[in-house]
Each structure stands twice: as C-alpha cells, then as structure tokens.
C-alpha cells in the first residue's frame, strides 16, 4: 500500500519561501510519478508540480513557473517542492500524489493519480 506523508507546510508572508516535502513508501521505487497538487477553497484541484521517478521530466503550472522547484532525493522516496516568491493565490492545501503507471508522457491532471497523501496547508499572507 502506498503511502504519502506530506509536510512543511505553514503560513508565510508575500514574497517568502516554503520546501514541501512528501515521503513516499510501500511501493517498489523503480518507474512511477508523483505530483504536487493544491486545492484553494471553493476551487478544483489543480496540479502545480509534477516528476517522474527518473527525474527526467518535469511539469510546472503555468503561474508557478521560475518560482517553484521540485525535486527528489537520491533514493527517490521523498519529493521536494520548493516554493519562493510566494503569493497569496498559491494559498491552499497542497498534496502530494503518486501512480505508479508510466509511459504516454508525464500526468498532470488529478484524475490520473491513484495515491494521495493527507494534506498540508500552506496559508501566504498579504
């Protein structure tokens, strides 16, 4: 059973930084993606960041672009998130996902990941 823990969360002020981290474990860590994806209240869940397990491809939404960074450890079990420049639309929970199935490029969307971890709230204040 695949498990996500997401952390690193918190409340910061316009213009600062948060590392998210997700650790992943009960899976085999060979081919598979993970994503981070956040939800604002009364909005869809939207995909913000996303890696395969070779790191050879990323994903990043259009609005988080040159200010967020994902990235993995060395044994691939966590996944990091590192968001600068923070605004208070990247405001939301933010989590982390996984599929294990690979190939027809890197999934993006909500709908394509089968693992979800709990949460963590990030709140940026104006």
């Known amino acids: 059973e695949v498990q996500l823990v997401e952390s690193g969360g918190g409340l910061v002020q316009t213009g600062g930084s948060l590392t998210l981290s997700c650790a992943a474990s009960?899976?085999?860590?060979?081919?598979?993606?993970i994503g981070w994806f956040r939800q604002a209240p009364g909005k869809e869940r939207e995909g913000v960041s996303c890696?395969?397990?070779?790191?050879?491809?990323?994903y990043y939404l259009d609005s988080v672009k040159g200010r967020f960074t994902i990235s993995s450890d060395n044994a691939k079990t966590t996944v990091y998130l590192h968001m600068n420049n923070l605004k208070p639309e990247d405001t939301g929970v933010y989590y982390c996902?996984?599929?294990?199935?690979?190939?027809?490029?890197?999934?993006?969307?909500?709908?394509?990941?089968?693992?979800w971890g709990q949460g963590t709230q990030v709140t940026v204040s104006s």
């Open positions: 009960g899976f085999t860590p060979n081919n598979y993606n």
């Open positions: 996902a996984f599929t294990g199935v690979v190939g027809g490029g890197l999934p993006t969307h909500r709908s394509q990941y089968s693992d």
């Open positions: 890696i395969t397990s070779n790191d050879d491809e990323t």
